[in-house]
T-cell receptor, first 114, second 117 residues
């Protein structure tokens, strides 16, 4: 099952520009995580934001969370060609059971042109 | 360094045979591991929750007799794709839940590419 949907599905920008990706989810969560995946590779954890947090920063990354709208956004500032990858949000589908079963969004394929 | 290891990273098998993929937590005990499947250019789909010492919990639509999951120890879960067919060719990723006093952290393996010919 898919918990989250991301938009846009694909994004192409010039190096130096900012990239914004959005994630919407369906059920209550304890936290939301963003991951990056280079083509054919495993997942790289970027950032975790808890349900009681509204914004979090990590280097060139900024993540926001709006639990009332059940949505999150990932902003990559001053993008680089090396940021080219797919980006996924993941939410805990069973927040009350504590099993930490993460469900992934549909993903955004980001291409940064040099 | 990696805290969750998957093996093999790539495997090619003949149609009709079975193939096993291992997922190991390297320096912690994981009572719960998860198996995902990812088709090219698609998202990760949760297949099942692997519970140490008990039966796996499968997501709707996942054939438990085809995708056998064994979690015999606190550091190892295995996924066996039985009677593999070309449509089973996919990227399989596991994750393990590490429990800290402050909460849980999920770690993902590097994934395993399965090609069925």
């Amino acid at each position: 099952s898919q918990q989250g949907e991301e938009d846009p599905q694909a994004l192409s920008i010039q190096e130096g520009e900012n990239a914004t990706m959005n994630c919407s989810y369906k059920t209550s969560i304890n936290n939301l995580q963003w991951y990056r995946q280079n083509s054919g590779r495993g997942l790289v954890h970027l950032i975790l934001i808890r349900s009681n947090e509204r914004e979090k920063h990590s280097g060139r990354l900024r993540v926001t969370l709006d639990t009332s709208k059940k949505s999150s956004s990932l902003l990559i500032t001053a993008s680089r060609a090396a940021d080219t990858a797919s980006y996924f949000c993941a939410t805990d589908a069973s927040p009350t059971s504590g099993t930490y079963k993460y469900i992934f969004g549909t993903g955004t394929r980001l291409k940064v042109l040099a | 360094g990696a805290v969750v290891s998957q093996h093999p990273s790539r495997v090619i098998c003949k149609s009709g045979t079975s193939v096993k993929i291992e997922c190991r937590s390297l320096d912690f005990q994981a009572t719960t591991m998860f198996w995902y499947r990812q088709f090219p250019k698609q998202s990760l789909m949760l297949m099942a929750t692997s519970n140490e010492g008990s039966k796996a919990t499968y997501e709707q639509g996942v054939e438990k007799d085809k995708f056998l999951i064994n979690h015999a120890s606190l550091t190892l879960s295995t996924l066996t794709v039985t009677s593999a067919h070309p449509e089973d060719s996919s990227f399989y990723i596991c994750s393990a839940s590490r429990v800290w006093h402050s909460g849980n952290t999920i770690y993902f393996g590097e994934g395993s590419w399965l090609t069925v010919v």
